[in-house]
């Protein structure tokens, strides 16, 4: 005698940002599904865009968190944590190092800030023998062209003069030379894999110091002034190492660290895609009778490739049905959204302040995924 | 060939309260559904209590409306709709006479309200041959023990001194005796349905005045004495006509409307059973794969046999999965809910204001019912 499978729900969103990690959000999902389906085969596979939260979105499926003494954006030491999720293999989140929302980054002003820690942190794994290594931009504090994580792998700026040019935008103002003889070699046997969604190249109108200085606390008057630095740079070493990086989409992810990494042979790639992949969502939704993701806000942004998008493209493909639940859903969108959701939902109950949502995330989706599921089980 | 069935879907909703009418709410969300299912069998079935709007939900079925001059609750002739739903039965909503919200009722202070008006009504429908009467509470704006229907059905009202005394929380003041000689012998052969929720008794700490009469502008000095009028009222009446209904549950309804009617035999039920049942919603109900209801707010109050309630019970009882749908839920009735809905969920899309959900309701109301139809045809 055969019985009915248990119902499979795939449960795969990424953070609500602000208010709760991407794991949070996974489990205060599968906590409402649990209330209606005792026995559903649930699948925890909580995602991130590359941003802040990738790392703790990748241990969660396994790996091995560890942690590495690097200068942090203002050169002052701090313990960076990583991610070993195979014998060669490292997920690296920048904002772990230089993030905007690190205590210590508020210490300088942008102008003095670096990414060399970055290219400390890679060494570090390089000498570890890792060779492959998904780096997720986003969440920066820094706009140095790469500067920093280049000098961090053994590059070397120099002034007229002769002395040693800090790798922060100040310090590029006395460039004149690069020297590449000491840039680790073992990065040309090594596989990097860039995650970002940013699609600006290095420099000019679109550019990284144009688009995201600003918010990082380049004030209005020097941006042309830095944007120069970081194109003179970028000249520099792309000459020294007959390679091009700077006009190529990316570039300008992450204050540059995008060229720099492009530069070293990195492949770009989405955020959301990289993680679905070491995460195996596709695996995960073989069989699946539902997918339910979500985000902090969705909107037409989220159109764009975002983490929600991602989940619901991969289980389109494998015949299963995607649900969208978040903390807002801008209606504006509806249309859009319903060509990839079945369903687009929010975490309220009623009127309600952002506040109060926020503050009580995590059991206004346990609820809402639970009234979705009792829906969901009424069709059956 | 055989082809599927299409989806016969029950939309049964009460109005949302001060934002749409139960007429506009099934509308909405019979647009929403129609977005997710072109072919749908959609059974539009708009409710009501028995309070305001019961009028227009029963009409939006079939029958007539109508419309009589007669008294308002401040003495001025108005035009009363009443509707006319088989060749001897009529709907008579009081909202429609005395309601609180009618515009005339501020000119006079409570005391001197009256329900002569219904009763002058109801006589007018049994000089037209009208036998059955269904008679929705709720909404009203006086407090005179009913002793103005039962003026406007022929009851005399006589002070000390032989003078006919208004009926009117003022005017019980001087009352001495009543002569029930004139009142209407076709009562006698009609048949009242009471649609109301309302349990309390006419008189006491529980009674009509002491919960209800604040509401409708009685003092809170006044309280105990305009107690006192409507007992001694009910007392002769009843003496007179040798029933009693003053202790019966419901007598506190409307101001003492329900004693007023008790007395003249009618029937005291819930009005949202009434209305179902006058609009059919059992037979909707057959054959059909899902009910949608809603109401402004749904809690614990819901729980009391609201309309909502009563729509999933029936549906229930066919074997129909019922989902709620409202301005906002109240998270700590979920619990209790979850008992009698599949799903409890409101319009808004994330944080927002009340006055901003409830001035959008139509269009949130269909936006939300086109989303829970994606959820449910995801799963079917």
């Given at each position: 005698m055969s019985s009915t499978p248990p119902l499979r729900v795939v449960i795969a969103p990424d953070s609500f940002k602000g208010s709760i990690s991407a794991a949070q959000a996974t489990a205060a999902i599968a906590a409402g599904l649990r209330r209606v389906w005792v026995d559903a085969d649930l699948r925890l596979v909580p995602l991130a865009d590359g941003g802040e939260g990738t790392l703790d979105a990748v241990l969660s499926a396994g790996g091995k968190r560890s942690s590495a003494r690097v200068s942090g954006a203002d050169h002052v030491p701090i313990d960076a944590a990583y991610g070993l999720v195979a014998a060669d293999t490292a997920v690296i989140e920048i904002a772990q190092v230089v993030g905007l929302t690190r205590e210590d980054v508020a210490a300088h002003a942008v102008e003095h800030r670096s990414t060399k820690g970055v290219g400390e942190l890679m060494r570090r794994l390089l000498d570890a023998g890792i060779r492959r290594m998904m780096v997720g931009l986003g969440?920066?504090?820094?706009?140095d062209g790469g500067a920093g994580l280049l000098v961090g792998l053994g590059l070397k700026l120099v002034a007229a003069d002769g002395r040693t040019v800090e790798p922060t935008p100040a310090g590029l103002a006395a460039l004149t030379a690069v020297d590449t003889s000491g840039l680790d070699p073992r990065l040309a046997q090594s596989h990097i894999t860039i995650m970002s969604d940013v699609n600006n190249m290095l420099c000019g109108e679109q550019g990284a110091t144009a688009i995201f200085g600003p918010q990082k606390g380049v004030r209005q008057y020097a941006l042309r002034e830095i944007d120069a630095r970081l194109a003179r740079f970028a000249a520099l070493v792309e000459a020294a190492l007959g390679r091009s990086a700077k006009d190529r989409p990316g570039a300008g992810a992450a204050g540059g660290l995008g060229f720099a990494l492009l530069l070293l042979g990195g492949e770009l790639r989405s955020g959301a895609e990289v993680v679905a992949d070491l995460l195996g969502l596709d695996a995960a939704l073989e069989g699946a009778n539902w997918l339910i993701t979500g985000e902090g806000r969705s909107d037409a942004q989220t159109l764009l490739g975002k983490t929600p998008l991602v989940a619901a493209r991969r289980a389109a493909l494998k015949g299963v049905p995607a649900t969208l639940v978040s903390g807002a859903v801008d209606r504006d969108a509806l249309p859009e959204l319903n060509r990839h959701f079945a369903g687009c939902h929010s975490i309220t109950f009623g009127p309600a302040t952002l506040e109060a949502s926020m503050a009580d995330a995590a059991a206004l989706l346990a609820d809402r995924a639970e009234q979705l599921a009792r829906v969901f089980r009424a069709a059956r």
């Amino acid at each position: 005698m055969s019985s009915t499978p248990p119902l499979r729900v795939v449960i795969a969103p990424d953070s609500f940002k602000g208010s709760i990690s991407a794991a949070q959000a996974t489990a205060a999902i599968a906590a409402g599904l649990r209330r209606v389906w005792v026995d559903a085969d649930l699948r925890l596979v909580p995602l991130a865009d590359g941003g802040e939260g990738t790392l703790d979105a990748v241990l969660s499926a396994g790996g091995k968190r560890s942690s590495a003494r690097v200068s942090g954006a203002d050169h002052v030491p701090i313990d960076a944590a990583y991610g070993l999720v195979a014998a060669d293999t490292a997920v690296i989140e920048i904002a772990q190092v230089v993030g905007l929302t690190r205590e210590d980054v508020a210490a300088h002003a942008v102008e003095h800030r670096s990414t060399k820690g970055v290219g400390e942190l890679m060494r570090r794994l390089l000498d570890a023998g890792i060779r492959r290594m998904m780096v997720g931009l986003g969440g920066s504090s820094t706009n140095d062209g790469g500067a920093g994580l280049l000098v961090g792998l053994g590059l070397k700026l120099v002034a007229a003069d002769g002395r040693t040019v800090e790798p922060t935008p100040a310090g590029l103002a006395a460039l004149t030379a690069v020297d590449t003889s000491g840039l680790d070699p073992r990065l040309a046997q090594s596989h990097i894999t860039i995650m970002s969604d940013v699609n600006n190249m290095l420099c000019g109108e679109q550019g990284a110091t144009a688009i995201f200085g600003p918010q990082k606390g380049v004030r209005q008057y020097a941006l042309r002034e830095i944007d120069a630095r970081l194109a003179r740079f970028a000249a520099l070493v792309e000459a020294a190492l007959g390679r091009s990086a700077k006009d190529r989409p990316g570039a300008g992810a992450a204050g540059g660290l995008g060229f720099a990494l492009l530069l070293l042979g990195g492949e770009l790639r989405s955020g959301a895609e990289v993680v679905a992949d070491l995460l195996g969502l596709d695996a995960a939704l073989e069989g699946a009778n539902w997918l339910i993701t979500g985000e902090g806000r969705s909107d037409a942004q989220t159109l764009l490739g975002k983490t929600p998008l991602v989940a619901a493209r991969r289980a389109a493909l494998k015949g299963v049905p995607a649900t969208l639940v978040s903390g807002a859903v801008d209606r504006d969108a509806l249309p859009e959204l319903n060509r990839h959701f079945a369903g687009c939902h929010s975490i309220t109950f009623g009127p309600a302040t952002l506040e109060a949502s926020m503050a009580d995330a995590a059991a206004l989706l346990a609820d809402r995924a639970e009234q979705l599921a009792r829906v969901f089980r009424a069709a059956r």
